[in-house]
C-alpha cells in the first residue's frame, strides 16, 4: 500500500484540547485527551468517543515552544501558545469496545508559514543527538 501523508508523524505525547464544530451549537463538546502522534500535516489521539468522519474539530494542541520557529512578523493569534487550528477528522478507529477510539485528523486551512514551523520544530525536538 502506498503511503499518502506528506509529512511524517513522529512519536510524541502531549495535552490536546478539542472542540466539536457541528451545528447547531448545542451540539459542541468540549474534550481534551492526549495525542499519540503528530505532524505538520495532522495528529492522532484517542478520544472516548467516536467521532464520525468529517467532523470539524477545534484544537488546541500543547507543543511546548513551538511558536519560536513561525517568522516574527507572524500574528500574534498564531504565535500563542497552545497551537490553535482547526481539523477535520479522517479516521476513527475503535481501539477499546465503546470506550476508546482512536482519531486520526488532518489539519484544514493552516497557513504554510506555520505549517513549516511546526516541521522546523518536530525536526529539532526529534533529530537524532
Request: hydrophobic share 45%; proline share 8%.
Amino acid at each position: 500500500m502506498k503511503e499518502r501523508r506528506l509529512f511524517v508523524r513522529v512519536p510524541r505525547k502531549g495535552l490536546v484540547k478539542f472542540r466539536t464544530m457541528n451545528l447547531p451549537k448545542t451540539l459542541w463538546r468540549d474534550d481534551e485527551t492526549i495525542y499519540k502522534n503528530i505532524s505538520a500535516g495532522g495528529l492522532l489521539f484517542e478520544s472516548p468517543h467516536a467521532l464520525p468522519l468529517g467532523t470539524l474539530l477545534k484544537l488546541e494542541i500543547e507543543l511546548r515552544d513551538w511558536s519560536r520557529y513561525v517568522d516574527q512578523r507572524a500574528p500574534a493569534p498564531y504565535t500563542d501558545l497552545p497551537l490553535k487550528l482547526l481539523a477535520e477528522v479522517v479516521r476513527c478507529a475503535e481501539v477499546a469496545p465503546r470506550a476508546a477510539y482512536d482519531v486520526a485528523v488532518e489539519f484544514v486551512g493552516l497557513d504554510p508559514k506555520y505549517q513549516q514551523a511546526i516541521v522546523a520544530y518536530l525536526d529539532e525536538m526529534f533529530k537524532p543527538q
